[in-house]
């Protein structure tokens, strides 16, 4: 069964630029959580889908945003680029959402110029 | 709210030996999942090994064991047999009850684990 994807692997920006990265789960995989790490934060949750609906929101401003397709595949998208966004979004699937392990891809390492 | 400490930055270890890394957890969740996550150079967080809060036993995954210690919240990795390639960053990581903002995944800040042969 082929892991969770992300695309792109690498991006550079300038600031006040937007940005979309992809996520496919699982084959499956019905949830799709996203977290951004930064060497300064850790790791840090964004936002998680099941069905299409955004079910549970981290602390991020609100130029963080994403969407779930019906196929579960996701997308995070993030308006008006700022330096501190520099970082790495990895995204995770499970099957429900519920405690279950969620497998990670290899993440988008975006850096904000 | 859900806390995960590691307090171990770094360790070294000899190739061949175990090594333990630390975790410590607090929730005031009856019900939670503890996790450890693997994480190379290149950045994939790789899955190890779970443990439920009501599991009886300590968990094991071929050279990897969770030694978990409910009454003092404490949920340590170890590796036996330790191999160059074991060489990452590991992160300890708990999930709570499957409602609100206990359902994402809460992280340590990581154990860097470096082999030496």
């Known amino acids: 069964k082929a892991g969770v994807t992300q695309t792109p692997r690498y991006l550079i920006k300038t600031r006040g630029q937007q940005v979309t990265l992809s996520c496919s789960p699982i084959s499956g995989h019905r949830s799709v959580s996203w977290y951004q790490q930064t060497p300064g934060q850790g790791l840090q949750f964004l936002f998680e889908y099941f069905s299409e609906t955004q079910r549970n929101k981290g602390n991020f401003p609100g130029r963080f945003s994403g969407r779930q397709f019906s196929n579960s595949r996701s997308e995070m998208n993030v308006s008006t680029l700022e330096l501190g966004d520099s970082a790495l979004y990895l995204c995770a699937s499970s099957l429900s959402g519920k405690m279950e392990t969620q497998y990670f891809g290899p993440g988008t390492r975006l850096l904000v110029l | 709210a859900q806390k995960i400490t590691q307090t171990q930055p770094g360790m070294f270890v000899q190739e061949k030996e175990a090594v333990t890394l630390d975790c410590t957890y607090d929730t005031s969740d009856p019900s939670y999942g503890l996790f450890w996550y693997k994480q190379p150079s290149s950045g994939e967080m790789i899955f190890l090994i779970y443990?439920?809060?009501?599991?009886?036993q300590n968990a094991t995954e071929g050279r990897y064991s969770l030694n978990f210690q409910k009454a003092r919240k404490s949920a340590n990795l170890v590796i036996s047999a330790s191999q160059l390639g074991d060489s990452a960053m590991y992160f300890c990581?708990?999930?709570?009850?499957?409602?609100?903002?206990?359902?994402?995944?809460?992280f340590g800040s990581g154990t860097q684990l470096t082999v030496l042969p």
């Open positions: 443990q439920g809060s009501y599991d009886q």
């Open positions: 990581a708990m999930r709570g009850a499957p409602s609100g903002s206990a359902r994402q995944l809460t």
